[in-house]
């Protein structure tokens, strides 16, 4: 642990310095926020940063130690937010102009699990118009001439760029996973539901994950410690028992993990240097590696469908009252989800258990993981777009975990991760099984 660059430390190596007394919480945030003055001209992760607002939780946590009460795991750490998180101490806009000001009278769920286990909120990182595809100001750390992906830009820009060492993000399609890859850190979508939602933006019930971004597999466990569990504010978290996320992810598989390599129908669409990327790592795997064709179906189709009604039903508001000033993507969608019929919405929603049975007997017959492109290749030149999610919705219509691990460089020297799929409720085991890929693509 090298204490010199604390904006460089990991999580769990922050909060165990700061927990020893090697370094204070205010010396790791104004670390930081000097960090975050040099990069973010370049970068433009933040919608709102307060320094010193920052500094005063930063303040009181040193206080809370110092006076010998208990502190949490994340205690003194910095955490940043993205931009449909409420937070009862700064604004929340929701990447819109129609929500500008907006100032929310209580914490989201997973703000109130971050500050009861010590961490500082930081700041809010910027979202995409609803969290949907029409982009923000921030680039890509890598190369302000790409995109960092979407919808959480800043999420994953701020994490690759050392301004922060964990931040939120929400995945609908893709947009946890595919910025983790496009920006090259380290991001979990878990189970649907593991992670409340209560006080998020909802876009879409159904489909609506928090995600986490970290630059280690450790900190991505950590984290999702502490903002796993029970709110009876969101209908599809269920009461369960604590995980130790962090112990199994740490631990040693009892058998070296099997991997599904699955192409999907949309491999002619992957660049050829991802397309020969994933070759190369294919074949140093060898045996713990089989290439599966599975059956999709119409799935990309049933999520569309059910995104694009539930869009509509949770815009309606905004667009009663300010369509003119919504972006003409988000007009469109919102347009096709009107149109959408009640058989067509109830046939895709019962196609998804399905779906997820069919994933379910994979694992439990045969594989740890669906070993997958996160993204079709590395981040598009431009930013105009966020990129395409093609990879990501399968496994978000069903709820499944996914990880990105940023393991390989395309041609043009930017990031390119490795998306590995696991099944519901299995996100410690998935997490474990990415220890195993890392490790071994490390050694060799």
């Not at 642990?1 to 204070?24: C, F, K, N, T, W």
């Not at 005063?56 to 208990?70: K, P, Y």
């Not at 502190?71 to 009862?88: E, M, R, S, Y």
Request: hydrophobic share 40%.
């Amino acid at each position: 642990m090298d204490i010199s660059r604390p904006h460089s430390l990991s999580a769990a190596e922050a909060a165990q310095a700061v927990a020893r007394g090697l370094i204070s919480s205010v010396e790791l945030v104004q670390a930081c926020l000097a960090h975050i003055k040099d990069v973010e001209p370049a970068v433009q992760a933040w919608t709102f940063l307060d320094p010193d607002h920052a500094l005063q939780q930063a303040r009181a946590a040193d206080q809370l130690r110092l006076s010998g009460a208990s502190v949490g795991p994340l205690h003194g750490v910095p955490v940043g937010l993205k931009d449909i998180i409420d937070t009862a101490d700064m604004p929340t806009e929701n990447g819109s102009v129609l929500h500008a000001g907006r100032t929310p009278s209580r914490d989201a769920a997973v703000a109130s699990m971050l500050r009861a286990a010590g961490a500082i909120i930081m700041g809010k990182t910027v979202t995409t118009e609803f969290a949907t595809r029409t982009p923000g100001k921030t680039r890509n750390p890598h190369d302000p001439g790409h995109t960092p992906g979407g919808s959480s830009s800043g999420s994953a820009a701020a994490v690759a760029a050392g301004m922060v060492p964990l931040a939120l993000g929400s995945q609908t399609g893709g947009s946890v996973i595919r910025p983790a890859s496009y920006c090259g850190v380290y991001a979990l979508k878990p189970t649907h539901g593991l992670i409340p939602r209560t006080g998020m933006f909802q876009l879409s019930r159904s489909l609506d994950h928090v995600g986490l971004f970290a630059r280690t597999l450790e900190d991505l466990a950590l984290g999702l410690e502490q903002v796993a569990g029970y709110d009876e504010g969101d209908p599809d978290s269920r009461p369960r028992a604590r995980v130790p996320y962090r112990t199994i992810a740490a631990e040693e598989p009892p058998l070296p993990p099997l991997f599904a390599f699955v192409k999907t129908p949309r491999w002619s669409q992957v660049a050829p240097d991802a397309q020969e990327a994933f070759g190369e790592l294919v074949e140093h795997l060898g045996d713990r590696v089989e290439e599966v064709e599975l059956y999709e179906g119409e799935a990309i189709d049933w999520a569309r469908t059910i995104t694009d009604a539930e869009v509509a039903v949770n815009l309606a508001r905004e667009w009663e009252t300010g369509r003119d000033r919504l972006s003409p993507s988000l007009r469109t969608r919102i347009e096709r989800g009107r149109q959408v019929l009640a058989l067509d919405y109830l046939q895709a929603r019962a196609q998804v258990p399905g779906l997820v049975a069919g994933y379910t007997e994979l694992f439990e017959q045969r594989y740890d993981a669906i070993l997958t492109p996160a993204a079709p290749g590395t981040a598009p030149k431009g930013l105009e777009s966020t990129g395409d999610p093609m990879f990501n919705s399968v496994w978000t219509l069903c709820g499944m975990p996914a990880v990105t691990v940023p393991l390989m460089r395309g041609a043009n020297g930017l990031p390119l991760g490795v998306q590995l799929v696991g099944p519901r409720h299995g996100d410690a085991r998935l997490l474990r099984t990415a220890r195993w890929l890392v490790e071994r693509v490390a050694a060799g």
